[in-house]
């Protein structure tokens, strides 16, 4: 028998989105590996920090993600050189053969959840869009993992050949993306009994606009 391209379609749609216990993946005895000048899952970036505000002031910023109203990240604009500056030099050092080489990370082993990386980001349209910093929050498979970009706020399944171990140096700036929520609202979509209230594709969409 010969699967239809409906069946093929539907098979490797749900196969891309199913994540593997790690338990799976580490029946061998493997001890993570990460270089004395990198940083390790113990290591933590801070966040940027608001802006000290009174009623009524405002301040300028943009919105790198928005999932609802209640939940969107914001890049501030007095701090957009740190970002440009932070990219830049991941750039430089990422794209160099020998630095590339050093801080490759060798497959999925333990440890790897929670740890700090450098990688490459690719838009809608699969163009690379340079180095970024991230965390790796998700594994999915022996090749695959998923980086929460700590200065976007956006999360993405990427492959763990480009994922690179970070650099201490790009742990000292703080992550640019600041999870933050509109005040005073909520989903004004009833809920079915058991069923917590959600937004709407309108309203995301009306967000959005």
Same mark, same amino acid.
């Given at each position: ?22 338990? $799976?993946? +580490?029946?061998?005895?493997? =001890?993570? @590996? ?8 113990? &290591?933590?970036? *801070? %966040? ?21 109203? $209640?939940? +969107?990240?914001?890049?501030? =604009?007095? @701090? ?8 830049? &030099?991941?750039? *430089? %050092? ?116």
């Amino acid at each position: 028998m010969t699967p239809n391209s409906l069946f093929l379609a539907d098979y490797y749609r749900q196969k891309s989105n199913v994540v593997v216990n790690p338990s $799976q993946i +580490f029946g061998l005895k493997i =001890k993570l @590996t990460i270089p004395d000048d990198a940083m390790s899952q113990t &290591d933590t970036i *801070e %966040v940027e920090n608001l802006p000290q505000l009174e009623c009524g002031d405002s301040f300028g910023a943009y919105i790198s993600v928005s999932n609802d109203p $209640q939940d +969107f990240f914001i890049q501030l =604009k007095s @701090t957009e050189s740190i970002l440009q500056t932070t990219l830049n &030099d991941l750039d *430089e %050092v990422y794209s160099d053969m020998e630095s590339s080489t050093k801080y490759k990370i060798k497959g999925i082993q333990p440890g790897i959840i929670g740890l700090p990386c450098a990688a490459l980001y690719c838009n809608v349209y699969g163009k690379s869009e340079g180095w970024h910093r991230g965390i790796i929050t998700k594994i999915y498979d022996i090749d695959s993992v998923e980086v929460y970009y700590i200065d976007y706020g956006t999360k993405m399944r990427v492959d763990i050949d480009y994922c690179r171990f970070l650099d201490k140096r790009f742990g000292k700036a703080k992550a640019q993306a600041i999870n933050v929520k509109l005040g005073g609202i909520k989903p004004a979509k009833r809920s079915t009994k058991g069923v917590e209230p959600y937004w709407t594709w309108q309203a995301h969409d009306a967000f959005k606009i």
